[in-house]
């Protein structure tokens, strides 16, 4: 049987799903009550005190006051187009009123990995910067660089309960080539940062190691952290100084395919995570990537699975000890996945991805009560 024949049987015995019927979700299949947005944004997007939705998309920020029935004309945020160009973009709004943006810098890529020394050459950088606007994205300060290495995806930027924000992010590192976690953290409005220790769990190629990982602050005050790695499962990391070094750092009980995941926490004080799982729905067995596997030797030195149809969502009660089954709420025949979550509203989520272009509604309370 084909991987095409396989994902269909699989599709069908997931339930009722709902094809979209615009070119807003063109070719991704919507399960259950899941629906589409109108408009064809990434996000992110944060709420400002008077109720506007504001959402960073291409350079600029735009306004929505009646949640995304339309939006105003952009408003660039980089004075010098040429100079910066934001990937991996990631938002928040403090309690001060500073919007800060946490960003990859696109217009200073360069890529030069290596295939004989399964590592990067010199000169290989995507650098991450934040950069701070005082007057709701009216105007913004001039980007901080945080570090000049080659960066992945900045999955997510909180403000915790203390006022601290902190910024998830990730670096290439060299000897072999392989990635490793780090976070920033800001005491005062996002003026300056410090570095975390770095989290480094080894491998070898150019998607292994620590990468990509999520954050969300725990009620008893420590930051959680959920890293995607090569290894099948989500390892975990934990800091009780606000994200300054991390200590414990383990495999998590959650499995996962080679593909960040998302963790959010709500109004509601539920956890949710968006993430793609081990393989999808039906299948025993999925085509492997790295030394070992079927495809792309340089991704790792061990087989691992990159399965990215099915984006899944499953949500905890008790700080991600326990979570409910998980939901399959959108399937492609490439990939939806680096998932972004918004709660619009108590219990509605904006749920888009940077790939798929995945651009939904999830209510929570069609799946739990």
């Excluded at 200590?247 to 395919?257: D, L």
Aim: glycine share 8%; with cysteine.
């Amino acid at each position: 049987m084909t991987k095409h024949a396989v994902l269909i049987v699989a599709v069908l015995s997931l339930g009722t799903a709902v094809c979209a019927q615009d070119s807003i979700n063109e070719g991704t299949s919507l399960y259950g009550t899941v629906a589409s947005l109108s408009f064809n944004m990434m996000g992110p997007f944060i709420r400002l005190d008077d109720q506007r939705v504001l959402a960073f998309h291409d350079n600029a920020t735009r306004t929505s006051d009646n949640d995304g029935e339309s939006w105003s004309d952009p408003r660039p945020v980089f004075k010098d187009s040429q100079a910066f160009d934001a990937l991996s973009p990631t938002l928040v709004r403090t309690r001060a009123g500073t919007l800060i943006l946490g960003f990859s810098n696109n217009a200073e890529l360069d890529w030069r990995w290596n295939d004989e020394r399964r590592d990067a050459d010199p000169g290989t950088q995507l650098p991450t910067y934040v950069t701070r606007s005082r007057d709701d994205g009216v105007s913004w300060e001039s980007p901080i660089k945080l570090h000049n290495e080659w960066t992945g995806d900045n999955r997510n930027i909180i403000q915790m309960n203390s006022g601290t924000i902190v910024l998830s992010s990730m670096q290439l590192l060299h000897n072999p080539g392989r990635h490793a976690m780090v976070t920033y953290s800001s005491r005062d409005d996002g003026q300056t940062w410090a570095r975390s220790n770095i989290i480094d769990l080894g491998g070898n190629g150019h998607h292994d190691g620590a990468v990509e990982g999520t954050i969300v602050e725990l009620t008893d005050g420590r930051l959680w952290m959920l890293i995607r790695t090569n290894w099948a499962v989500f390892w975990e990391a934990f800091s009780n100084d606000e994200g300054r070094s991390w200590r414990v750092i383990r495999p998590s009980k959650i499995e996962a395919s080679s593909s960040p995941g998302l963790l959010k926490r709500l109004s509601s004080g539920r956890l949710v995570l968006f993430w793609n799982r081990l393989m999808p729905t039906g299948w025993t067995e999925y085509p492997q990537m790295g030394l070992g596997g079927t495809y792309s030797p340089q991704w790792s030195d061990v087989p691992a699975s990159a399965s990215r149809e099915e984006l899944s969502m499953a949500f905890s009660e008790d700080d991600g000890q326990t979570w409910t089954e998980p939901t399959v709420i959108a399937f492609r025949d490439d990939q939806i996945s680096y998932p972004q979550v918004f709660e619009v509203r108590p219990g509605e989520l904006w749920v888009t991805s940077a790939f798929g272009n995945l651009r939904a509604i999830v209510r929570e309370g069609d799946y739990v009560e």
